[in-house]
């Protein structure tokens, strides 16, 4: 054999070679979050990850980011769009930065008083609307996923509206949020979830609004006194992805991911009450938080001062989609 047909048969190789390791590359799904792994969140994120990685045996890698390890609030969608990570799960809270307010709908104080109502809503057409709002934003909606039922927290006690007064209140980027702190006649901040436990321990803010899940994963009962069981909102979930890289996916791998993630959607949404339940009870047992429960009179007195919030959101979110979450609830303004 002459030289160079050695050379030119061992350069064939190695190509065949890494062609080869190429095609054996698998797709790499980052998916961040904020949450602790402990979280209905967190775990439904890992679940999704056993569930396609084992289904596409191998061909699809997801990369699981808990906790702002990869991207904070106020990074992750501008990252999603640049395609810097493929997935997310950002509270509904969170896409009014994003030019899609109309999700704030989620936010309105006591809309829903359960996770049925909830999921009349998420899985009816106000769920697919919203969906189709993020297409020309180059992200696709896959699924929405429960957390819980927020509280308020703070170093004083609240139950009624004139307890919040003049209090600096950590909210997510939502201005229907903002509305309903100011609505207390306190004081709302908007700040990443990464730094609320520092902000709360240095007095930078004075309370803020989670489900306790998020509350006692995070410590905060090493820094909240008070914990009001006001059920006030809600903090929900949507999965979504960079449209680019989920279209440009091949079919059958597609199909295989909508299906895991059908099947984790379900164990998200399964487990979200009892975390919180479960994490209640913690914060209970921890001794370091009071947790209030307040009377239906409480409740009601919290209620009217916040349900203006509304009225005055109509414009920013649409009177349709707010008209028709209240026929599915069968919320009466
Ligand atoms: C928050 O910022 O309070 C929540 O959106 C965090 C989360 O992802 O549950």
Redesign the pocket.
Known sequence: MRLHTAVALAAAGLLALAGTALAQQPIVIKFS???AVDTP?GKGAEYFKKLAEGRTKGRVKVEVYPNSSLFK?GEEMEALQLGSVQMLA??V??FGPLGVREFEVFDLPYIFDTFAELHKVTEGNVGKLLFQKLESKGVTGLAFWD?GFKDFSANRSIKLPADYKGLKMRI?SSKVLGDEIKALGAIPQVMA?SEVYQALQTGVVDGTE?PPS?FYTQKMNEVQKYLALTDHGV?E?AVIVNKKFWDGLPADVRTTLEGAMKDATKYANDIAKKENDDALEAVRKSGKTQILTLSADEKNQLKKVLLPVHKENESRIGKDIIAEVYKATDFKP
Request: charged share 20%; aromatic share 12%.
């Open positions: 979050h904020v949450v969140k609030d950002p509270s809270a969170k957390n997510q979830f989670n998020n903090i979930y």
